[in-house]
């Protein structure tokens, strides 16, 4: 984790799902700060706000909305990129027994 510098563009691969929810938990958002993963939450977010579904109970306009969609799975062998930052350390270090980080 040391070797990096803030700004470095990093490639983390998962080697071994983990079990424990919170280790998933993490992972996943960390593999939310890819590009491609930000950019599909931000076009799901856009659509559930236009697409709203509202109807009327109790003569009060109501609106449901539908539930984000999950853009990321931790399993094996998934990967991604992401600029690395002093926030994320301690994040990457909780879950570095399953990743394998490298420089992009």
Same mark, same amino acid.
């Given at each position: 984790?040391?070797?990096? &510098?803030?700004?470095? !563009?990093?490639?983390?691969?998962?080697?071994?799902?983990?079990?424990?929810?919170? *280790?998933?938990? &993490?992972?996943? $958002?960390?593999?939310? !700060? #890819? *590009?491609? /993963? /930000?950019?599909?939450?931000? @076009?799901?977010?856009? $659509?559930?706000?236009?697409? %709203? %579904?509202?109807?009327?109970?109790?003569? $009060? +306009?109501?609106? *449901? $909305?539908?539930?984000?969609?999950? @853009?990321?799975?931790? &399993?094996? #062998?998934?990967?991604?990129?992401? &600029?690395?930052?002093?926030?994320? *350390?301690? #994040? +990457?270090?909780?879950?570095?027994?399953? +990743? #394998?980080?490298?420089?992009?």
């Amino acid at each position: 984790m040391s070797s990096f &510098t803030p700004g470095q !563009q990093i490639v983390c691969t998962i080697t071994k799902a983990p079990r424990a929810a919170a *280790a998933q938990k &993490t992972i996943a $958002r960390l593999m939310r !700060q #890819d *590009a491609d /993963n /930000n950019r599909g939450l931000r @076009v799901g977010q856009r $659509r559930r706000r236009k697409a %709203n %579904n509202p109807y009327i109970r109790g003569n $009060r +306009l109501w609106v *449901a $909305r539908v539930k984000a969609s999950k @853009v990321v799975r931790v &399993t094996n #062998d998934e990967s991604w990129s992401m &600029t690395y930052t002093p926030l994320l *350390a301690a #994040d +990457l270090a909780s879950v570095e027994s399953y +990743l #394998d980080i490298r420089p992009a």
